[in-house]
């Protein structure tokens, strides 16, 4: 092989950028196993293993040499975004399948790492959620809500996650805030937040939610102060979000589509915003490009969450998004060196 | 003075200077032999001939500039130098060690008029030392009114300390060649001195020396924060006057003009001294040498003896660098001479430069567009160039890419961007050629189809005895008689050789034969130029000329780096 300038390297590897984002994910799962019981940590090896498993399988498949790829933590990032993405006491299989369609059909069908045209994670989420709805919204209400010992400990987590006793609500699970939202059943929004437990203690986007959400904020600055992302896509899709929000503020009528607040705080917003989006392989490559993703994307969650047929959607919009992305690629090349309304005040460059 | 101006992007890169900064610029002791390489110059000495030092071997050659010797002594060989940059003959000199001059006529620079001095410049076969080994005569003699003189004393390249210990041993005569300069180029509004705030002794050098020249103009020293590619000429460009150099054009586009202090100190010698350039700044440095150094290198010198000199330990070297660790190409044969644009030699540790990781697949983090000084987006022209998408290429700005190596350099996934980024740039650069050359072949055709119609026509016309009432001579010479098929087909036949022919190999070989015809055409047009023509046309000529050299070049060295079979793409990425 030619050995070629630059002979010098800053040493940062595809593994650490992986292993960063592993790390900024951690503050967000905390408060997920703080509110939510520690089935996530569960969805979270199961998928994670899984992804990893698959990935393996199909480098062999291709006959590549599967040690380096294995090593970036590509596959273990997907499956960890799915394992956060899933209900924590859904059955094992959902895990499995989740991670299995990530690998083998959203990512290397496409050519692999930097060439698949959807977010592995996200696509599997949604064909998780298009195919298996009831599984995929069994979420238990947060801890403070619960009377004491309802919400399982590992052990219960770990026998409902493998026997399969997740259909039937017992006591535990609870709508989402952005479910509340969609079935307000028309109340205006202060009387029903102050109806509804979720919001009594004056919580914004619901207890729990908000905290899950304030962590996966902390990791994304995080992100930022690594500058293993950029802040175009986050702050355009939360600023999408935050517009599109009080644009449709009515001042709190039973028709309400949701406070602000509620928008960045609740659901998967913030996780989306740092975690997805930001996704480089399947989004625009130049900063404006970014920005106008971002923008894009937050003006699509907002609307699956206020008229389309499911309570979230950042994964819909963020998939969508991903199908845009190359054409954003096409009309956002910056100006480069040179090709500016810089001054040139003598004239044309020869020739 | 004018307001923080900045470039885009740009890395923070460990200096390692100290090493090589800490001592006085060394005079080596004379080689035992000098390698000087004549190109196409026609020597004016024989084998066993006695010179002198400063005296003229050769009369400048295509590349416009004469060779002089660097030392008495006498011509020991002409000999084919095969592995030299550029192959060609070139003189060996064995020195007699009287370091004996030839006869020197100083005369005080400012009783002299402009085209006296030019010439002078133009004898005295100075190039820009900086690295681009452009002829300075050419860039003293602007098209264009310059308002900027810029001087480069950034040297933002790790490990590189020439230019900065030349400002705090040399500051008087760069000051003094940067007035000279300044003459030449008609006396701009202002001189701006742009120096990387790691050199404070070299900056305190310089303002000394401009207090003690107490020059009525504005001249500014300004010291930047260290950020490579600061010292490239269209980021300094950018940094000190806040204007971007066009693309495909040159600084003096936009009233700039922009020097290496090395290249000052030269103009001074060569004007106040009458000095021929036959030595420069050789920044010796690496943790392979023990005594890392800068030395006054005569030209030719070999490059292992300056490594001697500093006490090289092979064992220990991973690389050999000629030039730094960023854009430095790698020497395998430490007999190769010091030329006018050698200004270090990296003699680098594993530990300094390890080896390059095995290259993975792109995953479009985008640090490389964040460092990017051009504004280019690295992921995009990788993508693009691994699918040989020409056409998007160009639409990136493929070539107004400078080669910095800041996206490599962050590449998470190791992949030797810049390599792929010199072939592309060939690929493409050999495809507007052959567009050229057949939109060329089209024009002669249509004209051929043309006057072969009007024959036959008046053939016909004349059977018919009709000869004479006709309009046909009328007819537009380029009436497009059948000519469209054929025209399609050759740039057809183009465009498939282009994509078709092995990777990497075939379009290196188009790029050099294209530079070549290039050259032998502007060369004839060099020449046929008669006493009226202005200097503005020769040198317009004469940098359009370099140009083709450069590229010319570029080419026969990556052709000689290949492998000698083709290989696949060296990177992982699958297609
Ligand atoms: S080329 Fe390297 S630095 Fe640029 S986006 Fe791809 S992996 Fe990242
Ligand atoms: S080598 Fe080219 S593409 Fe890479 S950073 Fe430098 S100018 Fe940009």
Redesign the interface.
Known sequence: ??????????G???G??MQRVLVAALPGIAAMVWYFGPGTLIQIALAGSAAFAAEAMVLRLRGRPPG??LA?G?ALVTGVLIGIALPPLAPWWLAIAGSAFAILVAKHPY?????NLFNPAMAAYAALLVSFPDAMSQWPGPRPLLSDGTLPGLVDSLQRIFTGQHAAPDGFTMATPLDLFRHNSGLMVQQFQTAHPLFARGDLAGVGWETVNLGFLAGGVYLLAR??I?WHAPVAMLAALVLMALLCNDGGSSASRGPPSLHLFSGATMLGAFFIVTD??TTA???RGRLLCGLLTGVLVFAIRAWGGYSDGVAFAVLLMNLAAPLI?RIT????????R?????????? | MSPART??GG?L?PAHKHASSATPIRTPALPPELFLSLGDATPLVAVGDPVLKGQLLAAAGSDGLPVHAPTSGHVARIEFAPRAEVPGHRAVLIPDGAERWCERTPVNPATRTLPELLAAVRAAGIVGLGGGGFPTDIKLAP???IDTLVINGMECE?YITADDRLMREEAGAIVAGMRLAARLLGDPARILVGIEDDKPEAAAAMTAALAVADDPREIVIVVLPSRYPAGGE?QLI?LLT?????????P????VVCFNVGTLYALHRALALDEPLLSRIVTIAGGACREPANYRALLGTPVAHLLAASSYQPARCE?L?L?G??????LDDVQAPVTKTTHCILA?TAAE??????P????????C??VC?????P??LLRHAVARDHRQLE???LL?CI?C??C???????I?L??HY?AAKAEVRALRAERGAADQARRRFEAHQARVARQSGERSARHAGLIGTSADHDAPASAPVDAAPVATDLLEQALARAGAATPRRAPLERALSAAENRIAQLETQLAALDATATEAQRN?LR??LEQARLDGDLARQRLL???AEPSPT?DGN?Q
Do not use: K, W
């Not at chain 2, 430069?353 to 095995?358: C, G, K, M, N, V």
């Open positions: 092989m030619i050995t070629s300038a630059p002979h010098a390297h800053s940062l590897t595809t650490t950028v380096p790829t970036d590509s050519g692999g790492l930097g060439y500058r293993v950029t480089p392989v490559a130049s900063n690629d090349v910056p100006r480069a060196y040179g090709h500016g810089a001054r040139q005040h003598h004239g044309a460059p020869p020739e | 470039f885009p890395i890169l098209t264009h009114p790790p269209r950018q806040g204007r971007q150099v066009p693309s495909g054009g040159l003096r586009d936009v009233g690389q660098l030039g660790p960023m854009m430095g190409i790698p680098a430069l390890p080896p390059a990781r095995q993975q697949p792109c995953i479009r983090c985008g640090l567009a964040d000084p051009a504004s280019l987006l992921q995009q639409r990136h700005h107004d080669d190596g800041a490599a350099y962050v590449c998470p996934s190791a030797p810049v390599d010199r317009g940098a359009r780096a290949l492998p060296p699958p």
